[in-house]
Structures are given as C-alpha cells and as structure tokens.
C-alpha cells in the first residue's frame, strides 16, 4: 500500500505531465519515469520521517500546480475554463445591493 508522501508525489507527476502534454501537444515520457523514481524515494522518506515526508510532497505539488509550460500554469488553465469572463465581452453589471 503506498503511503500519502507517495501519492502525492504521483499526483504532482500527473498534473505535470497532462500541463506539458496540453500545452506542447508532445509526450514527454520522463515526467512519468521521473515521477516514479521521485515516488520510490518519498516513500523512503517516508519511513524515516512520515510527516516530514508529506510536509515535502505537498511543496512538490503546490511547485507542479504553478509550473509554466509554454508560459501557462495548470493553475492558469484551471482559472480561464472556470472564468465566466470571455475575451471581447464585458461582464454583465451586478446591482447595487443597498
């Protein structure tokens, strides 16, 4: 059973390779290598110190949901298909609760 250092990890690899697949429209295979080498090592980690290990994964992450391919983040993807806002349209005007 893998341990949530681990997972994470394998999180983090999979956001960074679907942000650099959608951005470059090319596989890069060692994301996918690099991650499960990065997962063996926290889950090492893990061993030793478990809350250390997971204190680090989640940097990881956070660092993998920033990341910029080709100038965009998957944060920023994330953002601009959750906006309501389209180019060239304003947003409609909101009243005045008084």
């Known amino acids: 059973m893998a341990n949530t250092a681990a ?19 090319e596989i890069n295979w060692r994301v996918p290598i690099a991650t499960v080498l990065a997962a063996a ?11 250390a290990a997971v204190g680090l994964s989640v940097i990881v ?3 993998a949901f ?6 965009k983040s998957i944060a920023d993807v994330l953002s601009e298909s959750f906006s309501s806002k389209t180019p ?8 005045i609760a008084v």
């Open 7 to 25: 997972g994470i990890i394998l999180i983090a690899g999979g956001i960074t390779f679907t942000n650099e697949w959608y951005q470059t429209h």
């Open 41 to 51: 090592v926290f889950d090492g980690l893990a061993k030793l110190d478990d809350k």
């Open 61 to 63: 992450l956070i660092g």
């Open 66 to 71: 920033v990341n910029k391919v080709n100038g």
């Open 88 to 95: 060239g349209r304003k947003a409609p005007r909101q009243p």
